[in-house]
Protein backbone atom coordinates (compact mmCIF):
# COMPACT_ATOMS: atom_id res chain seq x y z
CA UNK A 1 0.00 0.00 0.00
CA UNK A 2 0.60 3.89 -0.55
CA UNK A 3 2.71 4.99 2.23
CA UNK A 4 2.96 8.44 3.85
CA UNK A 5 2.97 11.32 1.31
CA UNK A 6 4.63 14.96 2.25
CA UNK A 7 4.67 17.81 0.00
CA UNK A 8 6.35 19.55 -1.73
CA UNK A 9 9.62 17.83 -0.82
CA UNK A 10 11.48 20.94 -0.88
CA UNK A 11 10.22 24.75 -0.33
CA UNK A 12 12.61 27.76 -0.14
CA UNK A 13 10.91 31.14 1.27
CA UNK A 14 11.70 34.67 2.50
CA UNK A 15 11.51 36.16 6.03
CA UNK A 16 8.12 37.06 7.06
CA UNK A 17 6.46 34.72 4.49
CA UNK A 18 3.95 32.25 5.57
CA UNK A 19 4.26 28.30 4.45
CA UNK A 20 1.54 25.48 4.37
CA UNK A 21 2.93 21.78 4.22
CA UNK A 22 0.60 19.11 3.31
CA UNK A 23 0.52 15.40 4.51
CA UNK A 24 -1.35 12.52 2.85
CA UNK A 25 -1.36 9.83 5.86
CA UNK A 26 -1.61 5.88 4.18
CA UNK A 27 -5.19 4.85 4.02
CA UNK A 28 -6.87 3.73 7.04
CA UNK A 29 -4.52 5.71 9.58
CA UNK A 30 -6.57 8.39 11.51
CA UNK A 31 -3.87 9.76 13.70
CA UNK A 32 -1.34 11.91 12.13
CA UNK A 33 1.56 13.98 13.57
CA UNK A 34 4.30 16.33 12.52
CA UNK A 35 7.31 17.08 13.66
CA UNK A 36 10.37 19.09 12.99
CA UNK A 37 14.30 18.52 12.92
CA UNK A 38 17.46 20.16 13.12
CA UNK A 39 20.77 19.45 13.82
CA UNK A 40 20.71 21.23 17.05
CA UNK A 41 17.07 20.06 18.45
CA UNK A 42 16.62 16.70 16.85
CA UNK A 43 13.57 15.29 16.40
CA UNK A 44 10.65 17.81 18.00
CA UNK A 45 7.40 17.10 18.43
CA UNK A 46 4.66 19.55 16.96
CA UNK A 47 1.62 18.26 17.21
CA UNK A 48 -1.00 15.38 16.52
CA UNK A 49 -4.41 15.05 15.02
CA UNK A 50 -6.85 12.11 15.49
CA UNK A 51 -10.26 12.23 13.46
CA UNK A 52 -9.34 16.04 13.33
CA UNK A 53 -8.86 16.75 16.52
CA UNK A 54 -5.67 18.29 17.83
CA UNK A 55 -4.86 16.31 20.92
CA UNK A 56 -2.08 17.16 21.91
CA UNK A 57 0.49 20.48 20.72
CA UNK A 58 4.25 20.30 21.48
CA UNK A 59 6.17 23.28 22.96
CA UNK A 60 6.30 25.73 19.77
CA UNK A 61 4.88 29.10 19.34
CA UNK A 62 1.60 30.21 18.00
CA UNK A 63 2.77 30.58 14.57
CA UNK A 64 2.87 26.78 13.97
CA UNK A 65 -0.64 25.59 13.31
CA UNK A 66 -2.14 22.55 11.96
CA UNK A 67 -5.38 21.23 10.83
CA UNK A 68 -6.97 17.67 10.20
CA UNK A 69 -9.41 17.16 7.30
CA UNK A 70 -12.32 13.98 7.26
CA UNK A 71 -10.28 12.11 4.85
CA UNK A 72 -7.37 12.08 7.16
CA UNK A 73 -5.26 14.58 5.35
CA UNK A 74 -3.18 17.55 7.44
CA UNK A 75 -1.60 20.24 6.66
CA UNK A 76 0.49 22.15 8.72
CA UNK A 77 1.01 25.92 8.14
CA UNK A 78 3.88 28.40 9.69
CA UNK A 79 3.09 31.80 9.90
CA UNK A 80 5.76 34.96 9.74
CA UNK A 81 8.67 32.86 9.18
CA UNK A 82 11.93 32.99 11.13
CA UNK A 83 15.42 31.73 9.74
CA UNK A 84 15.11 29.43 12.17
CA UNK A 85 12.07 27.80 11.07
CA UNK A 86 14.24 26.04 8.73
CA UNK A 87 14.11 22.34 9.15
CA UNK A 88 13.03 18.94 7.62
CA UNK A 89 9.09 19.05 8.70
CA UNK A 90 8.19 15.36 8.94
CA UNK A 91 4.69 13.49 9.31
CA UNK A 92 3.88 10.21 11.01
CA UNK A 93 0.68 8.18 10.30
CA UNK A 94 -0.20 5.66 13.05
CA UNK A 95 -3.68 3.62 13.39
CA UNK A 96 -3.73 4.84 16.89
CA UNK A 97 -2.26 4.50 20.36
CA UNK A 98 0.24 1.95 20.72
CA UNK A 99 0.98 1.27 16.98
CA UNK A 100 3.73 1.96 14.72
CA UNK A 101 3.92 5.19 13.20
CA UNK A 102 4.70 5.48 9.77
CA UNK A 103 6.94 8.76 8.29
CA UNK A 104 7.26 10.43 5.12
CA UNK A 105 9.91 11.58 3.13
CA UNK A 106 9.48 15.25 5.25
CA UNK A 107 9.26 18.41 3.49
CA UNK A 108 12.92 20.70 3.71
CA UNK A 109 11.97 23.84 4.53
CA UNK A 110 14.80 26.80 3.84
CA UNK A 111 14.08 30.22 5.00
CA UNK A 112 16.33 32.91 3.15
CA UNK B 1 7.61 14.47 30.03
CA UNK B 2 9.40 11.27 29.95
CA UNK B 3 12.91 11.09 27.96
CA UNK B 4 15.47 8.93 26.39
CA UNK B 5 19.20 8.46 26.94
CA UNK B 6 21.16 6.83 24.34
CA UNK B 7 24.73 6.61 23.63
CA UNK B 8 25.98 9.26 20.83
CA UNK B 9 27.83 6.41 18.90
CA UNK B 10 28.28 2.62 18.24
CA UNK B 11 30.27 0.50 16.12
CA UNK B 12 30.11 -2.86 14.82
CA UNK B 13 31.12 -5.45 12.42
CA UNK B 14 29.14 -6.75 9.78
CA UNK B 15 27.42 -10.11 10.76
CA UNK B 16 28.03 -9.92 14.43
CA UNK B 17 25.09 -8.96 16.73
CA UNK B 18 24.64 -5.49 18.00
CA UNK B 19 23.13 -4.02 21.08
CA UNK B 20 21.92 -0.73 21.24
CA UNK B 21 21.19 0.37 24.95
CA UNK B 22 18.41 3.07 25.80
CA UNK B 23 17.83 4.59 29.25
CA UNK B 24 14.31 5.81 30.34
CA UNK B 25 14.39 5.76 34.10
CA UNK B 26 11.21 8.41 34.24
CA UNK B 27 8.83 6.19 32.28
CA UNK B 28 5.35 5.97 33.48
CA UNK B 29 3.79 2.45 33.57
CA UNK B 30 1.49 2.88 30.09
CA UNK B 31 4.29 4.41 28.05
CA UNK B 32 4.89 2.20 24.59
CA UNK B 33 8.58 2.08 23.87
CA UNK B 34 9.43 2.54 20.12
CA UNK B 35 12.74 2.12 18.46
CA UNK B 36 13.12 3.53 14.84
CA UNK B 37 15.83 4.69 12.60
CA UNK B 38 16.91 7.31 10.12
CA UNK B 39 19.31 7.05 7.34
CA UNK B 40 20.10 10.66 6.19
CA UNK B 41 17.88 12.27 3.84
CA UNK B 42 14.96 9.86 4.97
CA UNK B 43 12.57 9.80 7.62
CA UNK B 44 12.41 7.62 10.04
CA UNK B 45 11.87 3.81 9.87
CA UNK B 46 9.68 1.79 12.62
CA UNK B 47 12.29 -0.93 14.10
CA UNK B 48 10.05 -2.43 16.98
CA UNK B 49 8.25 -1.28 19.99
CA UNK B 50 6.31 -3.03 23.34
CA UNK B 51 4.83 -2.24 26.47
CA UNK B 52 6.29 -4.65 29.38
CA UNK B 53 7.37 -7.86 27.63
CA UNK B 54 10.08 -8.59 25.03
CA UNK B 55 9.69 -8.31 21.07
CA UNK B 56 10.50 -9.80 18.57
CA UNK B 57 9.91 -9.56 14.59
CA UNK B 58 12.00 -9.67 11.73
CA UNK B 59 13.89 -7.00 11.92
CA UNK B 60 14.88 -6.87 15.63
CA UNK B 61 14.25 -8.25 19.10
CA UNK B 62 13.43 -5.59 21.67
CA UNK B 63 14.83 -6.14 25.81
CA UNK B 64 12.65 -4.47 28.04
CA UNK B 65 14.05 -4.48 31.63
CA UNK B 66 11.80 -5.58 34.41
CA UNK B 67 11.30 -2.10 35.90
CA UNK B 68 10.88 -1.02 32.49
CA UNK B 69 13.27 1.89 33.00
CA UNK B 70 15.63 0.93 30.23
CA UNK B 71 15.71 -1.25 27.24
CA UNK B 72 18.21 -2.99 24.77
CA UNK B 73 17.73 -3.25 20.97
CA UNK B 74 19.39 -6.27 19.33
CA UNK B 75 20.16 -6.49 15.98
CA UNK B 76 21.07 -10.02 15.63
CA UNK B 77 23.34 -10.15 12.32
CA UNK B 78 24.07 -6.74 11.44
CA UNK B 79 24.79 -5.42 7.46
CA UNK B 80 26.22 -2.48 5.69
CA UNK B 81 22.22 -1.57 5.44
CA UNK B 82 21.73 -1.47 9.24
CA UNK B 83 23.89 1.85 9.42
CA UNK B 84 21.49 4.33 10.58
CA UNK B 85 20.61 6.65 13.44
CA UNK B 86 18.70 4.16 15.65
CA UNK B 87 16.21 6.26 17.87
CA UNK B 88 14.78 4.99 21.74
CA UNK B 89 11.60 6.66 22.41
CA UNK B 90 9.03 6.94 24.21
CA UNK B 91 4.69 7.15 23.22
CA UNK B 92 3.96 8.94 26.32
CA UNK B 93 -0.12 8.42 27.14
CA UNK B 94 -2.30 10.87 28.36
CA UNK B 95 -6.04 9.78 28.96
CA UNK B 96 -8.51 12.13 27.43
CA UNK B 97 -11.11 12.58 30.48
CA UNK B 98 -14.11 13.94 28.35
CA UNK B 99 -14.82 11.35 25.51
CA UNK B 100 -12.79 8.67 27.49
CA UNK B 101 -9.88 8.62 24.21
CA UNK B 102 -6.23 8.13 24.75
CA UNK B 103 -3.88 9.49 22.33
CA UNK B 104 -0.27 9.10 22.71
CA UNK B 105 3.16 11.41 21.32
CA UNK B 106 6.37 9.82 20.56
CA UNK B 107 9.22 11.30 22.56
CA UNK B 108 12.55 11.53 20.20
CA UNK B 109 16.05 11.17 21.88
CA UNK B 110 19.19 12.42 20.24
CA UNK B 111 19.55 9.01 18.83
CA UNK B 112 22.85 6.38 18.51
CA UNK B 113 24.84 6.59 15.56
CA UNK B 114 25.33 3.38 14.31
CA UNK B 115 28.67 2.12 12.25
CA UNK B 116 28.65 -1.25 10.73
CA UNK B 117 32.16 -2.16 9.18
CA UNK B 118 32.77 -4.89 6.71
Known amino acids: KAGVTQTPRYLIKTRGQQVTLSCSPI?????VSWYQQTPGQGLQFLFEYFSETQRNKGNFPGRFSGRQFSNSRSEMNVSTLELGDSALYLCASRVGRGTEAFFGQGTRLTVV | DAKTTQPNSMESNEEEPVHLPCNHSTISGTDYIHWYRQLPSQGPEYVIH???SNVNNRMASLAIAEDRKSSTLILHRATLRDAAVYYC???????????????????FGQGTILTVHP
Open chain 1, 27 to 31: SGHRS
Open chain 2, 89 to 107: TLELFKLRIAGGTSYGKLT
Open chain 2, 50 to 52: GLT
